[in-house]
């Protein structure tokens, strides 16, 4: 019997979202990637279980379903953390050069500074991830909208909504690929566990949070 203590990190419902808005956000990526002639070019096609990327209707309508699935998810994560007035994730001042003295402590391994529930480059990264979400969220709404009502909208709005479309895939992939490479530094793999699990080891926690540890046992007593 494992004798591990582990401590709650997230409640099931910010797992269900997290997922579900990472599973829709690959799906986005991959379909909105399919629709452009290259999965032919590239033999993506040949790859077994990929045989429907080279189909464009059926990657449309496979990014019209993730795009319900990733904008309900959106809206849903606002409301639900605005209503419960939940602000560890919004940057706060000093963030920055926080960050900074992190990234030092990985080369010098010297001790890093006592943390609440969320490191600074984590507060940093939500906002990386979410401006790029508000961008392909507003002009996937004009789009589409243009696709289905308005084949007639007007072209410079439309051209404005596609080069903001472009550029919001561009800094998602690049915040997705930074997300997943911040979990391969040692010091934050424990937090993997936390996102599959929401619980993670008590040791860990109070070795790099200690401030949220703190604030559990002063709501406890």
Do not use: C
């Amino acid at each position: 019997m494992s004798t591990v203590k582990l401590i709650k990190r997230h409640e099931l419902i910010v797992l269900l979202e997290h997922w579900g808005i990472a599973i829709s956000g690959i799906a986005l990526l991959m379909s909105g990637i399919f629709q452009l002639p290259s999965a032919a070019r590239y033999k993506i096609t040949a790859i077994p279980g990929f045989w429907w990327s080279g189909e464009f209707f059926f990657t449309l309508k496979l990014h019209y379903i993730a795009s319900v699935v990733f904008v309900g998810l959106v809206l849903f994560h606002l409301v639900y953390h605005l209503l419960l007035q939940e602000r560890a994730m919004i940057p706060q001042s000093g963030d920055v050069s926080e960050s900074v003295k992190v990234l030092k402590t990985f080369i010098t391994n010297q001790p890093e500074p006592p943390f609440g529930k969320y490191l600074p480059e984590q507060r940093l990264a939500y906002v990386a991830i979410a401006i790029p979400v508000l961008l392909l969220v507003v002009s996937g709404l004009i789009k589409t909208w243009k696709n289905i009502y308005a084949p007639d909208l007007d072209r410079t709005l439309l051209l404005w909504a596609t080069w903001m479309h472009n550029v919001g895939f561009i800094l998602f992939f690049m915040a997705f690929l930074g997300h997943v490479a911040a979990l391969l530094i040692k010091p934050n793999r424990p937090m993997l566990r936390g996102m599959l699990t929401g619980r993670v080891t008590r040791e860990y926690a109070e070795h790099r949070h200690p401030r949220w540890v703190s604030e559990i046992e002063k709501n406890e007593t």
